[in-house]
C-alpha cells in the first residue's frame, strides 16, 4: 500500500491524475483588447463618415495605409537634374513618391489666405497635409500658423519673398532661402527639411543654397488642385500612386469659392479612384 501511495502521489507531481478541483479560469485581456480596439476604429470611422457628410464630401475619405517601415529611395526625377547634382549631393527634386500603394499627397503653398473653416476642416477630416511658406504673406498671422502646426501639419520653406530664383544671384537666393528657415526656427521652433522654389523654377545656386541652409529634399508636383478645376504634369491627365498634389492658400479675392471648396474638389477626386491622403514627411 505504501508503494501505491508513492506512485499516486508521483502521478500528481506530474499531473497525470484528473484533478477533483475546477481549473482556473483563462485570461481574455487579448480578447477584451482586440474589442476595445475594434470599437475604436468603427468610432473613427464613424466619426470620418459624419465629417464628410458635415463637409459636403461626396464619399468618406480613405484611411491612409501606415507609413512604410522602410523609407523609399528618394531620387531626381529624370530631366529636373542640374549639372553635378547627384556628384554633388544636392537635394533631390521629384514630382512623386516612390510607392506601389495608392496614396497621394497634398501640399499647399504661400500663405495669403488664412482661413479658420479650413482648419476645422482638415482637423475634422483629419487629412494630412504639408505646407510651403512664404513670410511677406505668412507674417500678417504668425499665429494661424501655430494652429496649424498644433493640428500636426509640418510647416516647410517656400523662400521670404517668392522670388523667381533663378534670376537671383547665388548669395540672393541663399539669403531668400535662409532667411525662411530662419524665420520658420524662431516662429515655429525647428528648421524645415523641405523646400519648394517658387513657381517651381531652381538652377544650380538654388539647390546649392537650399543645401547649404540645411535642406535634405526639393518636392515639386505632379498636379495642382483649385477650386473648379485639376491641372496635370503628366500627358494622361490623371493620378498615380505616390503623386504629389500642389495647392495654394487662397480665398475668394483669387478663386471663385473658398479653401474648403479646393479640399472638396481634391477629396471627391481622389476618394472616388480609390486613393488615400498620406503625409509626405512619413515617406522621406
Same mark, same amino acid.
Given at each position: 500500500?505504501?508503494?501505491?501511495?508513492?506512485?499516486?502521489?508521483?502521478?500528481?507531481?506530474?499531473?497525470?491524475?484528473?484533478?477533483?478541483?475546477?481549473?482556473?479560469?483563462?485570461?481574455?485581456?487579448?480578447?477584451?483588447?482586440?474589442?476595445?480596439?475594434? #470599437?475604436?476604429?468603427?468610432?473613427?470611422?464613424? #466619426?470620418?463618415?459624419?465629417?464628410?457628410?458635415?463637409?459636403?464630401?461626396?464619399?468618406?475619405?480613405?484611411?491612409?495605409?501606415?507609413?512604410?517601415?522602410?523609407?523609399?529611395?528618394?531620387?531626381?526625377?529624370?530631366?529636373?537634374?542640374?549639372?553635378?547634382?547627384?556628384?554633388?549631393?544636392?537635394?533631390?527634386?521629384?514630382?512623386?513618391?516612390?510607392?506601389?500603394?495608392?496614396?497621394?499627397?497634398?501640399?499647399?503653398?504661400?500663405?495669403?489666405?488664412?482661413?479658420?473653416?479650413?482648419?476645422?476642416?482638415?482637423?475634422?477630416?483629419?487629412?494630412?497635409?504639408?505646407?510651403?511658406?512664404?513670410?511677406?504673406?505668412?507674417?500678417?498671422?504668425?499665429?494661424?500658423?501655430?494652429?496649424?502646426?498644433?493640428?500636426?501639419?509640418?510647416?516647410?520653406?517656400?523662400?521670404?519673398?517668392?522670388?523667381?530664383?533663378?534670376?537671383?544671384?547665388?548669395?540672393?537666393?541663399?539669403?531668400?532661402?535662409?532667411?525662411?528657415?530662419?524665420?520658420?526656427?524662431?516662429?515655429?521652433?525647428?528648421?524645415?527639411?523641405?523646400?519648394?522654389?517658387?513657381?517651381?523654377?531652381?538652377?544650380?545656386?538654388?539647390?546649392?543654397?537650399?543645401?547649404?541652409?540645411?535642406?535634405?529634399?526639393?518636392?515639386?508636383?505632379?498636379?495642382?488642385?483649385?477650386?473648379?478645376?485639376?491641372?496635370?504634369?503628366?500627358?494622361?491627365?490623371?493620378?498615380?500612386?505616390?503623386?504629389?498634389?500642389?495647392?495654394?492658400?487662397?480665398?475668394?479675392?483669387?478663386?471663385?469659392?473658398?479653401?474648403?471648396?479646393?479640399?472638396?474638389?481634391?477629396?471627391?477626386?481622389?476618394?472616388?479612384?480609390?486613393?488615400?491622403?498620406?503625409?509626405?514627411?512619413?515617406?522621406?
Amino acid at each position: 500500500m505504501a508503494g501505491v501511495a508513492v506512485l499516486t502521489a508521483a502521478a500528481i507531481a506530474s499531473g497525470c491524475t484528473r484533478s477533483t478541483e475546477a481549473p482556473p479560469p483563462l485570461k481574455a485581456p487579448p480578447a477584451r483588447a482586440l474589442d476595445g480596439y475594434a #470599437a475604436k476604429l468603427r468610432a473613427e470611422q464613424a #466619426a470620418r463618415v459624419a465629417a464628410a457628410k458635415r463637409w459636403g464630401l461626396k464619399e468618406t475619405p480613405l484611411r491612409a495605409p501606415a507609413p512604410p517601415a522602410r523609407k523609399p529611395q528618394i531620387t531626381t526625377r529624370d530631366g529636373f537634374e542640374v549639372d553635378g547634382h547627384e556628384e554633388q549631393g544636392l537635394p533631390p527634386v521629384f514630382t512623386t513618391v516612390p510607392t506601389k500603394e495608392k496614396v497621394v499627397f497634398l501640399t499647399i503653398d504661400d500663405g495669403a489666405e488664412k482661413d479658420p473653416a479650413f482648419l476645422r476642416m482638415m482637423s475634422d477630416l483629419k487629412i494630412p497635409y504639408t505646407a510651403f511658406l512664404s513670410d511677406y504673406l505668412v507674417s500678417e498671422d504668425y499665429g494661424y500658423f501655430r494652429k496649424m502646426q498644433a493640428r500636426g501639419v509640418t510647416l516647410n520653406n517656400h523662400t521670404l519673398n517668392h522670388p523667381y530664383l533663378p534670376g537671383l544671384s547665388y548669395e540672393e537666393q541663399k539669403s531668400e532661402i535662409c532667411g525662411m528657415q530662419d524665420v520658420i526656427e524662431e516662429r515655429y521652433g525647428k528648421r524645415p527639411l523641405l523646400f519648394r522654389p517658387p513657381y517651381g523654377n531652381y538652377n544650380s545656386d538654388t539647390l546649392h543654397a537650399a543645401k547649404d541652409c540645411g535642406v535634405t529634399h526639393v518636392p515639386l508636383w505632379n498636379e495642382e488642385v483649385f477650386v473648379d478645376r485639376w491641372d496635370y504634369r503628366e500627358w494622361d491627365r490623371d493620378i498615380h500612386p505616390g503623386d504629389i498634389v500642389l495647392s495654394h492658400f487662397r480665398g475668394t479675392d483669387d478663386w471663385a469659392g473658398e479653401m474648403p471648396d479646393m479640399i472638396r474638389v481634391f477629396l471627391d477626386k481622389v476618394t472616388a479612384k480609390g486613393y488615400a491622403v498620406g503625409r509626405l514627411e512619413d515617406y522621406l
